[in-house]
């Protein structure tokens, strides 16, 4: 990450999809505030932001919308429903919050969401998965959409530099199956510029 980063230059990516392995607080805020770089990065269980977000799912103010689509596991086609359930302006992850105030951000705030699976199989609230993200999106249903292809597996990214510019472009995106190790990264023309997200 460090490598592209130096070779792009600020701004030049976009969007990093991480695992919860990368849910650091510092690190986050390192990438959002140094580097210009978004990061949607799954929430472990065992945070405060994760029993915040919990909490607010009960009550009216964060409610609930059904979503449905198709995936494709081990070549069987499956409907998956599920729930999901977002908020903005979270500030319940000091480290993440102190290091952006040692970046010059003093209000900086996160945006996270919970998916809970209704169908194939019925999962309790208690046992949702979250996604925490450094900037907002449109709803859940987009951060999920946006999350999910860093599950396909071993698509080889090849990045070429613009004319006229130290960014990097992506003429293949990379999906690396993440049980190497190795996030996902988007440059900033992959995505739409809307700040509604992707949808």
């Known amino acids: 990450m460090g490598?592209?980063?130096a070779l792009g230059g600020l701004g030049c990516l976009r969007l990093l999809l991480a695992d919860a392995r990368y849910a650091d607080g510092p690190l986050l805020a390192w990438l959002k505030y140094v580097h210009g770089l978004d990061?949607?990065?799954r929430l472990p269980a065992d945070r405060l932001l994760y029993a915040d977000l919990q909490g607010l799912a009960?009550?009216?103010?964060?409610p609930w919308a059904e979503h449905r689509?198709?995936?494709t596991i081990q070549g069987h086609t499956q409907v998956r429903r599920v729930a999901v359930a977002s908020a903005g302006d979270l500030t319940s992850w000091d480290s993440f919050v102190d290091a952006a105030r040692g970046y010059g951000v003093p209000d900086a705030a996160l945006w996270?969401?919970?998916i809970r699976e209704l169908a194939?199989?019925?999962q309790p609230l208690a046992e949702a998965g979250a996604l925490v993200s450094t900037r907002p999106w449109a709803d859940g249903r987009a951060a999920l959409h946006a999350y999910r292809p860093r599950w396909h597996s071993v698509l080889v990214a090849i990045l070429l530099k613009r004319p006229h510019s130290s960014c990097l472009t992506v003429a293949t995106v990379a999906?690396?199956?993440p049980a190497l190790g190795y996030p996902l990264f988007a440059p900033r023309d992959a995505f739409p510029t809307?700040?509604?997200g992707i949808c």
């Open 175 to 177: 999906i690396v199956n």
């Open 39 to 41: 990061v949607l990065v």
């Open 194 to 196: 809307t700040p509604q």
């Open 69 to 71: 689509y198709v995936r």
């Open 120 to 122: 194939p199989t019925g």
């Open 3 to 5: 490598r592209a980063l």
């Open 58 to 62: 009960r009550t009216p103010e964060v």
């Open 112 to 114: 996270a969401c919970l």
